[in-house]
């Protein structure tokens, strides 16, 4: 089983329509993240988690918002979705050491129609 | 704020050709920088990282050096492989005072095909 997991790995969606994305890991690692990536533009930062009471915003967080339900859990929402939110999502973690790795789940496609 | 260029893409090389994938970046502090590959259909994994200065970074052949003075951290590898077909990302991480934030900055990414 993967680490990082995510889900779903694909969903199709409706302007308008609530979604959330699911990210649970097995890593035991404290800081978690949720990447958006776009063709061309590389993977830029929505939210990140430092630990389970630390919500952070990055640089692209308007119209989403994230829940750190556990240490192990981190899901992503978006309240109201939109066509340019169509994207590839990756979810992150990592230690608190300074090796500044992270460990990403598959990703999750969303389109939004 | 901390940024990365890569060079621009798509590379289509033959087997056994050299490769080179350009990397250079702006960023306070003292950065790490790192090079991740995707698979196709798969999420990033790191291939390769150096932490500071003159530090060179090395992963299944693949090779990159730090290199301060022209702010750089190019990819380069000898002799590629069909298997090596993926998208590889450039990345920095600032530390600032000693911490690191765990926030990695990308590069656009760079789409790498090699043929038979």
């Known amino acids: 089983d993967a680490d990082v997991t995510q889900t779903p790995r694909n969903r199709i969606t409706k302007t308008g329509k609530r979604i959330m994305l699911e990210c649970s890991q097995t890593k035991g690692h404290d800081r978690m993240y949720w990447y958006r990536q776009d063709p061309g533009l590389g993977l830029r930062l929505i939210y990140y988690s430092f630990d389970v009471k630390d919500i952070n915003k990055g640089e692209i967080s308007d119209g989403y918002s994230v829940s750190r339900q556990a240490q192990a859990k981190f899901s992503l929402s978006l309240e109201s979705a939109i066509p340019n939110q169509t994207a590839l999502y990756f979810c992150?973690?990592?230690?608190?050491?300074?090796?500044?790795?992270?460990?990403f789940g598959e990703g999750s496609r969303l389109t939004v129609l | 704020g901390d940024s990365v260029t890569q060079m621009e893409g798509p590379v289509t090389l033959s087997e056994e050709a050299f490769l080179t994938i350009n990397c250079t970046y702006t960023a306070t502090g003292y950065p790490s920088l790192f090079w991740y590959v995707q698979y196709p259909g798969e999420g990033l994994q790191l291939l390769l990282k150096a932490t500071k200065a003159d530090d060179k970074g090395s992963n299944k052949g693949f090779e990159a050096t730090y290199r301060k003075e022209t702010t750089s951290f190019h990819l380069e590898k000898g002799s590629v492989q069909v298997s090596d077909s993926a998208v590889y990302f450039c990345?920095?991480?600032?530390?600032?005072?000693?911490?690191?934030?765990?926030?990695?900055?990308f590069g656009q990414g760079t789409i790498l095909t090699v043929h038979p």
């Open positions: 990345a920095l991480n600032t530390q600032a005072g000693g911490t690191s934030y765990g926030k990695l900055t």
């Open positions: 992150a973690t990592s230690d608190q050491g300074d090796t500044g790795e992270l460990f």
